[in-house]
């Protein structure tokens, strides 16, 4: 099974900035799919961001010309780098790995991070 270990979260003011990291270990084939998704108090878990294996992003609106994913394949780690950050963006990240392959012959599985807080508060 994969392991994820998060790191980077904490505690920002509004406008500031904070660069979450995931990285990914134990035995992997192949991952298609790294991603980031939050969930705040009394909220459903919502995505943020994925990108591919070929670098291929998406975004949530609410994040979008304020959040970069981007991703070391060589390395297996995601990382989220949050600008402009605001009260709304409080909430708990988890890192996520999709189409992820332990041996060339396994089938396609998922696995979550523990999750990393992120609070954004003056």
């Known amino acids: 099974q994969v392991q994820l270990v998060e790191s980077g979260g904490g505690l920002v003011q509004p406008g500031g900035s904070l660069t979450l990291s995931c990285a990914a270990s134990?035995?992997?084939?192949?991952?298609?799919?790294m991603g980031w998704y939050r969930q705040a108090p009394g909220k459903q878990r919502e995505l943020v961001a994925t990108?591919?294996?070929?670098?291929?992003?998406n975004y949530a609106e609410s994040v979008k010309g304020r959040f970069t994913i981007s991703r070391d394949n060589a390395k297996n780690t995601v990382y989220l780098q949050m600008n402009s950050l605001k009260p709304e963006d409080t909430a708990v990240y988890y890192c996520?790995?999709?189409?992820?392959?332990?041996?060339?012959?396994?089938?396609?599985?998922?696995?979550w991070g523990q999750g990393t807080q992120v609070t954004v508060s003056s």
């Open positions: 134990g035995s992997i084939f192949s991952i298609n799919v």
């Open positions: 990108i591919t294996s070929g670098h291929s992003t």
């Open positions: 996520n790995v999709d189409d992820y392959k332990r041996y060339s012959w396994s089938w396609p599985s998922s696995a």
